[in-house]
T-cell receptor, first 115, second 115 residues
Framework: AQKITQTQPGMFVQEKEAVTLDCTYD???????LFWYKQPSSGEMIFLIY??????QNATEGRYSLNFQKARKSANLVISASQLGDSAMYFC????????????FGAGTRLFVKA | DGGITQSPKYLFRKEGQNVTLSCEQN?????MYWYRQDPGQGLRLIYY???????QKGDIAEGYSVSREKKESFPLTVTSAQKNPTAFYLC??????????????FGPGTRLTVT
């Protein structure tokens, strides 16, 4: 069965510094995808970044990058130059095969950015 | 503007009553999803639908029912059989076109309280 593990319930980072949020996954599938979503206090989920299992290069989207280490089954999110607006819950998620229909989420990491 | 709407934002019901949560999208996405989120936890998949008139159970479908009669709409009914219905419910949709990132677009959520 698939499982997503986020071991950091809460993280603090100083404004303008970089922070890494950890995510490990457990799957026996060859084809899968990994996502990171941000959930502000408003509750809405915001897509940040995606990495397919066959993508050889790490995904990047602006200040977000995904450190994908397939052999270790980890997909850590790196946020560079943290901003106060980055304070939120962050969820790692995975889907099986193509289409991304059956997605599972980790328990999340709450990030606090300090001024 | 394209997006997903969920109504109402807050919903209160008495125990033993069925309640239907609305979800509408105008993104022309084929796939739609319902998730449940409990305090301090990640999202759990209730039901998903890949195409009109077809839907599959997710990980926690017991006590819930859905319909998909139109591409734009995917209502969720929380029945009296659901033991702990109080939660935050999120609806999402995603494209199924090959080659596109299968990110899910989320609605603002409905917070259901059953007493």
């Amino acid at each position: 069965a698939q499982k997503i593990t986020q071991t950091q319930p809460g993280m603090f980072v100083q404004e303008k510094e970089a922070v890494t949020l950890d995510c490990t996954y457990d799957t026996s599938d060859q084809s899968y995808g990994l996502f990171w979503y941000k959930q502000p206090s408003s509750g809405e989920m915001i897509f940040l970044i995606y990495q397919g299992s066959y993508d050889e290069q790490n995904a990047t989207e602006g200040r977000y990058s995904l450190n994908f280490q397939k052999a270790r089954k980890s997909a850590n999110l790196v946020i560079s130059a943290s901003q106060l607006g980055d304070s939120a819950m962050y969820f790692c998620a995975s889907h099986r095969g193509t289409g991304g229909f059956k997605t599972i989420f980790g328990a999340g990491t709450r990030l606090f950015v300090k001024a | 503007d394209g997006g997903i709407t969920q109504s109402p934002k807050y919903l209160f019901r008495k125990e033993g009553q069925n309640v239907t949560l609305s979800c509408e999208q105008n993104l022309n996405h084929d796939a739609m999803y319902w998730y449940r989120q409990d305090p301090g936890q990640g999202l759990r998949l209730i039901y998903y639908s890949q195409i009109v008139n077809d839907f599959q159970k997710g990980d926690i479908a017991e006590g819930y029912s859905v319909s998909r009669e139109k591409k734009e709409s995917f209502p969720l009914t929380v029945t009296s059989a659901q033991k702990n219905p109080t939660a935050f419910y999120l609806c999402a949709s995603s494209p199924t076109t090959s080659g596109r990132v299968p990110e899910q677009y989320f609605g603002p959520g409905t917070r259901l309280t059953v007493t």
